[in-house]
T-cell receptor
């Protein structure tokens, strides 16, 4: 089993609130990723990081931001949540090989 | 055109059937290829990497044809527990996920 954790698992929040989705891994992986997945649809990369103080935007335009102050921690922040942000957010990490390990995801609903 | 395309599905098959999934990718510079499995409302999990020489893991066989930019996954003697969505994933600069093909194995 992969040691990658996401909190909260489920979040229902009102429009305009600031939210932070947490992702942590204990495998010492340098590379971490955030994906967004709508029900029945493919995963889209929204942010990634190749190490501490390194962050990049992915293929899908996103209003979220990320930070990577510690190797094990890669939080994603939405400054002002909107109903269009309702989705599942999946965090993943990768070590030296090509295999990505995914966290259990956060299901976000913005009312 | 999407960078990674898969059979639209869903595939509904009886237990014991052999199922083949197809995937094509558009970026000829892609380096690595994978099949992931995603259960309903769960995270994706790596099923197997795919190599040009082909590789087999029990009932699962994956093939890669770089010239045709085509990847396949064969499941033999399908089980009820194989019911899931199968994701084709291609790695070039980043990981690109296909839309997935849903498989339902029926008793």
């Amino acid at each position: 089993e992969a040691d990658i954790y996401q909190t909260p698992r489920y979040l229902v929040i009102g429009t305009g609130k600031k939210i932070t989705l947490e992702c942590s891994q204990t495998m010492g992986h340098d590379k971490m990723y955030w994906y967004q997945q709508d029900p029945g649809m493919e995963l889209h990369l929204i942010h990634y990081s190749y190490g501490v103080n390194s962050t990049e935007k992915g293929d899908l335009s996103s209003e979220s931001t990320v930070s990577r102050i510690r190797t094990e921690h890669f939080p994603l922040t939405l400054e002002s949540a909107r109903p269009s942000h309702t989705s599942q957010y999946l965090c993943a990490s990768r070590g030296g090989g090509d295999t990505q390990y995914f966290g259990p995801g956060t299901r976000l609903t913005v009312l | 055109r999407k960078e990674v395309e898969q059979d639209p599905g869903p595939f509904n098959v009886p237990e014991g059937a052999t199922v083949a999934f197809n995937c094509t990718y558009s970026n000829s510079a892609s380096q690595s290829f994978f099949w992931y499995r995603q259960d309903c409302r769960k995270e994706p999990k790596l099923l197997m990497s795919v190599y040009s020489s082909g590789n087999e893991d029990g009932r699962f066989t994956a093939q890669l044809n770089r010239a045709s930019q085509y990847i396949s996954l064969l499941i033999r003697d399908s089980k009820l527990s194989d019911s899931a969505t199968y994701l084709c994933v291609v790695y070039g600069q980043n990981f690109v996920f296909g839309p997935g093909t849903r498989l339902s194995v029926l008793p």
